[in-house]
């Protein structure tokens, strides 16, 4: 595989393949093994991840890249290979989550900065020996009627700057998430306020990329959708893909290769709607794919449910997702593709 940053980019983004996120830190992936009463600990987040990265089909045809978290980058599977083995013989990147998460950004109240640049050069040198080629962070932007402010936004999109500066250095490609929550109460998350924040925290994104001298042919944009907060959600699949192809169109250069969004705050099948939506009819100069969570292991995690017997329903689920996602970033996904499946 070429080490050129410009061309592991084009690989993660290319082609409908897209990023499997499985870099929840050790509390996130706590919660979601709550919702199948099971207990988090090292060998059963070991059995989790293993049963997602030897879903065969799923990262071979599917899945360009993994973000790990720290633990899993340097574990193994059940007999002893390495996890980064197994997702290297799927033709697939392993990447890493870099930040250490968004704490109170102190001076702005009900706002987060993300953290994790201390010590980060030396870090990242640890990972890219130990395979990884692409690494995260996300910076996490709150709407209400009064946020987000201009500090936050800046302090985070300096954050992500400075971030992927130390990547590119370290011949890793950054992948560069600015988060905007949907969550803000009713009434006060319009799609027109959405569109608007998300508007200006990619200006900001681009301005600070821009003056830590970021190679753009060298990283990766993963952003939220522009939708309306998700407690009383009323746009249309169509809108939702126009106000974002809209303000990508109006803030994300040409230079840069790709394009991979998260899936928090939709649903499993919005998040393949909205990105098939996104991908059809529309005249784009990125690849826009996936990088997601939530919409590509909640099914699956569902149906393992924490069972050596249910592995190979657990999969199956998986691949399913992955191969609707894949449909959805080609701009092919319809309903009906979902059901046959
Ligand atoms: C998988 O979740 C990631 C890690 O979250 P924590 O650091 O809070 O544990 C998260 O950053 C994820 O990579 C992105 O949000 C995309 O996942 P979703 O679920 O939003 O698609």
């Known amino acids: 595989m070429s080490e050129r940053i410009e061309d592991i980019a084009v ?56 973000i790990l978290y720290e633990e899993t980058l340097f574990q193994k599977a059940a007999n002893g290979t390495p996890f980064v083995d197994i997702i290297k013989a799927a033709d697939s990147i392993p990447g890493i989550k870099v930040d250490v998460g968004a704490k109170p950004l102190a001076g702005f109240p009900g706002e987060t900065v993300t953290e994790g640049l201390d010590g980060l050069a030396d870090r990242l040198a640890k990972y ?21 402010t201009f500090g936050a936004i800046k302090a985070n999109a300096h954050a992500l700057a400075r971030y992927a500066a130390l990547c590119q250095q370290a011949k890793i490609v950054p992948i560069v998430e600015p988060e905007v929550l949907m969550d803000g109460e009713p009434g006060t998350q319009s799609l027109d306020r959405s569109e608007e924040v998300t508007r200006w925290t990619l200006q900001v994104v ?35 893909a126009e106000r974002t192809v809209k303000v990508l169109k109006e803030t994300v250069p040409s230079a840069v ?30 690849h826009v794919t996936f990088s997601y969570g939530r919409a590509l292991q ?38 009906d593709r979902e059901q046959a499946a």
Do not use: C
Not at 313 to 330: D, S, V, W
């Open 11 to 66: 690989k993660m983004v290319a082609g409908g393949k897209g990023l499997l996120a499985a870099d929840e830190s050790t509390a996130t992936i706590k919660k979601r093994f709550d919702t199948i009463s099971l207990v988090s600990t090292e060998e059963s987040r070991r059995d989790y991840r293993e049963m997602l990265f030897r879903s065969d089909d799923a990262m071979r045809k599917y899945i360009s890249g993994v």
């Open 257 to 286: 290769p790709g394009i991979a969004f998260l899936s928090g705050g939709q649903s499993t099948e919005e998040a393949t709607a909205h990105l098939s939506a996104i991908n059809s009819g529309h005249d784009l100069p990125w």
């Open 128 to 148: 890219y020996e130990a395979g990884a080629r692409f690494a995260k962070w996300r910076g996490v932007i709150a709407v209400s009627d009064t946020l987000p």
């Open 298 to 335: 909640d099914s699956a995690l569902k149906a393992w449910g924490g069972k050596p017997e249910n592995v190979a329903a657990g999969q199956r689920a998986f691949t399913h997702r992955a191969e609707m996602n894949y449909l959805a970033a080609k701009g092919n996904w319809t309903k």
């Open 206 to 240: 681009f301005q600070e990329l821009a003056e830590a001298r970021i190679n753009l042919e060298g990283m990766i944009l993963k952003p939220s959708m522009v939708i309306d907060g998700k407690k009383v959600r009323k746009a249309s699949v169509e809108q939702v």
